[in-house]
T-cell receptor, first 115, second 111 residues
Framework: NAGVTQTPKFQVLKTGQSMTLQCAQD?????MSWYRQDPGMGLRLIHY???????DQGEVPNGYNVSRSTTEDFPLRLLSAAPSQTSVYFC??????????????FGPGTRLTVL | GDSVTQMEGPVTLSEEAFLTINCTYT??????LFWYVQYPGEGLQLLLK?????DKGSNKGFEATYRKETTSFHLEKGSVQVSDSAVYFC??????????FGPGTRLSVLP
């Protein structure tokens, strides 16, 4: 199993540009999510999905869109990049609704800089 | 909503020192409790977990005990190594909800 994969590892954008961060998992997990990690802020939830066709907002959703057309993929779209979106982005997945033992698996992260 | 309080870092220790990283939480219901670790340049990975009161999670020499009466889940290790240098996150999780991550505690272990 590759686990959770993310691409790209690094990205530099100019203000106003759009891009998509890719995330895929091969563990057949129903639940997938996106976090951003900023110094002193820990991880903050952006969007999440409990299955194909179902998405919901997390703590900091503004400026980001998601969709979930398959179980495996959960791309994160930045519509018009802003310097405030400079961060490290993590995708995560886990089983959903089975029990409270559900370990969450993380991808290696995408470091995004917006100039 | 649920929240986590972790001790402020960075924590700097010499090799073989004793480590404690405090974690207290507020959560509805009866959450499971997790510690995740993030090594430099990597994503988070599960370190240990406990699912009910008085359970002790352990892994790689680290331990944490679920203390329901004090809503705490402090992480301990008897003798740290340079390779333990990382950021540690405490996270309560309630069934059917989202994980809540603390701010993380950065640990630096000096040789």
């Amino acid at each position: 199993n590759a686990g959770v994969t993310q691409t790209p590892k690094f990205q530099v954008l100019k203000t106003g540009q759009s891009m998509t961060l890719q995330c895929a998992q091969d563990m057949n997990h129903e639940y997938m999510s996106w976090y951003r990690q900023d110094p002193g802020m820990g991880l903050r939830l952006i969007h999440y999905s409990v299955g194909a066709g179902i998405t919901d907002q997390g703590e900091v959703p503004n400026g980001y869109n998601v969709s979930r057309s398959t179980t495996e993929d959960f791309p994160l779209r930045l519509l018009s990049a802003a310097p405030s979106q400079t961060s490290v982005y993590f995708c995560a997945s886990r089983k959903h609704g089975v029990s409270s033992y559900n370990e969450q698996f993380f991808g290696p992260g995408t470091r995004l800089t917006v100039l | 909503g649920d929240s986590v309080t972790q001790m402020e870092g960075p924590v700097t220790l010499s090799e073989e020192a004793f480590l404690t990283i405090n974690c207290t939480y507020t959560a509805t219901g009866y959450p499971s409790l997790f510690w995740y670790v993030q090594y430099p340049g990597e994503g988070l990975q599960l370190l240990l977990k406990a699912t009910k009161a008085d359970d002790k999670g352990s892994n790689k020499g680290f331990e944490a005990t679920y203390r329901k009466e004090t809503t705490s889940f402090h992480l301990e290790k008897g003798s740290v190594q340079v390779s333990d240098s990382a950021v540690y996150f405490c996270a309560p999780y309630n069934y059917g909800q989202n994980f809540v991550f603390g701010p993380g505690t950065r640990l630096s272990v000096l040789p």
